[in-house]
């Protein structure tokens, strides 16, 4: 499919299993280059977009028509930081670049841990990491050359990646 070549800034999707820093990374990266952070998440909430509550997923059953529907325009004018846990129903034209931030197993397990998760959805999240779900829906969904995987196993690599990320969104053009 034709990129859209219209949009002034980029917009750039930040994804990967819970706990990986998807948040910590695009709220970092929206600070450093003003583009505007989208947390899927908080905007299904606040905006109603699902289909009621999940009792054994424990999450909100997302509508993701009505929330491609609720982001169509902002991401035809672009500039935006996309921060979700999948990737597969977006249009493939809205994004110039697909992060997949990837942990270590050990310290994803300690992070999901302290954020309260028990039972099989820490198990459930830990096997997402394991096999890699998040990279490989990626790679199915958008062409290869537009996803970059980046470890985020410590604050060290946050730093590093809302460096490198930052330089890549101050470079990029319309046109490239
Ligand atoms: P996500 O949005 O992917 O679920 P968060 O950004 O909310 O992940 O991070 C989950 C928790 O893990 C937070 O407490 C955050 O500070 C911590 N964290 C995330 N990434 C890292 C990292 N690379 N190094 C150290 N701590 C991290
Ligand atoms: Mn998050």
Redesign the pocket.
């Known amino acids: 499919m034709a990129k859209d070549r219209e949009r002034k800034r980029p917009n750039v999707l930040v994804t990967?299993?819970?706990?990986?820093?998807?948040?910590?990374?695009?709220?970092a990266l929206a600070d450093a280059t003003q583009l505007r952070h989208v947390?899927i998440g908080d905007l299904v909430k606040d905006k109603g977009l699902h289909d009621g509550w999940d009792d054994e997923l424990e999450c909100h059953v997302i509508n993701e028509d009505l929330v491609c529907d609720e982001l169509e325009d902002a991401m035809e004018q672009g500039g935006n930081i996309v921060?979700y846990?999948g990737c597969d129903f977006f249009p493939e034209r809205w994004f110039d670049l697909v992060v997949v931030?990837q942990?270590e197993n050990s310290?994803l397990y300690d992070?999901l841990s302290?954020?309260g998760y028990t039972g099989s959805k820490l198990s459930n999240n830990v096997e997402c990491e394991i096999f890699q779900v998040l990279l490989e829906e990626a790679k199915e969904s958008y062409p290869q050359d537009i996803v970059l995987a980046l470890k985020?196993?410590?604050?060290?690599?946050?730093d590093r990646?809302v460096a490198s990320l930052t330089e890549w969104v101050r470079q990029w053009h319309p046109t490239s």
């Open positions: 990967g299993t819970p706990g990986t820093g998807k948040t910590t990374t695009a709220t947390g921060d846990h931030l942990t310290i992070r302290k954020r985020s196993d410590t604050v060290d690599d946050i990646n």
